[in-house]
């Protein structure tokens, strides 16, 4: 079954540019059908979507962080990243990366998100000087 | 922004029914999906589109939908199910995706 590993420094210095990166087994990005997403959570609270791409590069990032966040895609590694700049303390958190299943719409062409499954185990990022 | 609502605890005695409930306007016209989370875990899904329920998922497990609420129903609850559950649904445009803020389900 598809399994996700997510990898990258744990440890940003502030205003830097937190990267990483999810490599997906058992499954191949670019056969197409889902959505591939970055999810994160701050310590002892709840899940904070960040965005999702598609295996043609097309993204959407949660509105709050768009100006920072960008998501790419590499399906020749079956891998895609996450870059977010201008870091500060309050990104400190555990980032995972998750398989977004989707709707297609006829009507509006669109690919819609629906549920998260699987997701990987998740990295701690710490944003410290 | 779009909010997703939860409270943020229920506590249960193992063998009863646990109800955690996910509230936004527009849950009317968007699925919602139910995922659990224990410490140091990540979170699995354990109800799709509503109330449709994983392979793998405890038969207990069941969702439902009215309005513009959502629930998550564990019915016999096991010490096992102690942990955190989270709702995702989408805004009324359907491309942006939001997470509750989550449930803290305590097994007495």
Not at chain 1, 32 to 43: E, V
Not at chain 1, 90 to 117: I, K, Q
Not at chain 2, 9 to 23: L, M, N, Y
Request: charged share 15%; aromatic share 14%; glycine share 10%.
């Amino acid at each position: 079954q598809v399994q996700l590993q997510e990898s990258g420094p744990g440890l940003v210095k502030p205003s830097q540019t937190l990267s990483l990166t999810c490599t997906v087994s058992g499954g191949s990005i670019s056969s197409g059908g889902y959505y591939w997403s970055w999810i994160r959570q701050h310590p002892g609270k709840g899940l904070e979507w960040i965005g999702y791409i598609y295996y043609s590069g097309s993204t959407y990032y949660n509105p709050s962080l768009k100006s920072r966040v960008t998501i790419s895609v590499d399906t020749s590694k079956n891998q895609f990243s996450l870059k977010l700049s201008s870091v500060t303390a309050a990104d400190t958190a555990v980032y995972y990366c998750a398989r977004v299943f989707l709707m297609y719409d006829f009507w509006s062409g669109y690919y819609y998100p629906n549920w998260f499954d699987p997701w990987g185990q998740g990295t701690l990022v710490t944003v410290s000087s | 922004s779009y909010e997703l609502t939860q409270p943020p605890s229920v506590s249960v005695s193992p063998g009863q029914t646990a109800r955690i409930t996910c509230s936004a306007d527009a849950l009317p016209k968007q699925y919602a999906y139910w995922y659990q989370q224990k410490p140091g875990q990540a979170p699995v899904l354990v109800i799709y589109k509503d109330s449709e329920r994983p392979s793998g998922i405890p038969e207990r497990f069941s969702g439902s939908s009215s309005g513009t609420t959502v629930t998550l129903t564990i019915s016999g609850v096991q010490a096992e199910d102690e942990a955190d559950y989270y709702c995702q649904s989408a805004d009324s445009s359907g491309t942006s995706v939001v997470f509750g803020g989550g449930t803290k389900l305590t097994v007495l």
